[in-house]
């Protein structure tokens, strides 16, 4: 029983932990061009100003999560706004609606962070960043090299040295034995 036990556990599938939610970036509700239309053309001066005061506070919340989108959505209210100007001045004057339009008309240009730019850059950067870390990594090794054929040098160089030294010393001692050879043989011939 305790065998068919383990058996069925150990046959039992772990389920995988579920990934991680990536962060979601808030959506911004905006107030549409097509209701802002309506309102000129219903000539609602109240209703214009309350829009495009909302307007211009949607676009200073969507400049810090999409600045494009926030872009694109400030030059499309500003395009409307020029083109029914005067259906504007007509029903709402110089009161508060106009002061609301020239405040969302003269909002400062929206800066789009060039991502490609800083993509490009960056590349480039670490671009040459590898050559010199390359560089350096050739250089070490020919310094390696350089060392490696001096010492190869030195060793071979002590070698032949000591070679000759042995090869002397036994010129030496031969010289010697054949000395003392020629003495002894001088010797026991008597000479």
């Known amino acids: 029983m305790a065998a ?16 991680e939610p990536e962060p979601e970036t808030p959506e911004v509700e905006l107030v549409s061009t097509d ?3 309506a309102v000129i053309e219903a000539a609602d001066s ?10 211009q506070a ?25 083109e029914n100007a005067d259906k504007i001045k007509a029903f709402a004057g110089t009161g508060a609606v106009a002061s609301v339009i020239d405040a969302v008309n003269n909002l400062p240009a929206i800066e789009v962070p060039d991502v490609a730019s800083a993509a490009e850059e960056a590349a480039e950067n670490a671009a040459e960043g590898v050559k010199d870390a390359a560089e350096a990594v050739q250089d070490a090794a020919a310094e390696k090299i350089e060392d490696a054929k001096a010492t190869v040098n030195d060793a071979a160089n002590a070698a032949v040295d000591k070679a000759n030294e042995m090869k002397d010393a036994a010129a030496e ?3 010697g034995a054949i000395d003392d050879a020629a003495n002894k043989l001088k010797g026991a011939l008597g000479q």
Do not use: G, H, R, W
């Not at 209703?47 to 909302?54: D, H, I, N, P, Y």
């Open 4 to 19: 068919v036990a383990m058996t069925f556990t150990a046959c039992k599938k772990e389920a995988a932990p579920a990934p």
């Open 35 to 37: 209701s802002i239309a």
């Open 46 to 55: 109240t209703q214009l100003s309350a829009l495009l005061s909302e307007a």
């Open 58 to 82: 949607k676009i200073q919340e969507l400049t810090n999560i999409d600045p494009a989108k926030a872009k694109d959505y400030l030059a499309a209210i500003q395009t409307l706004l020029k």
């Open 173 to 175: 001692k031969a010289a």
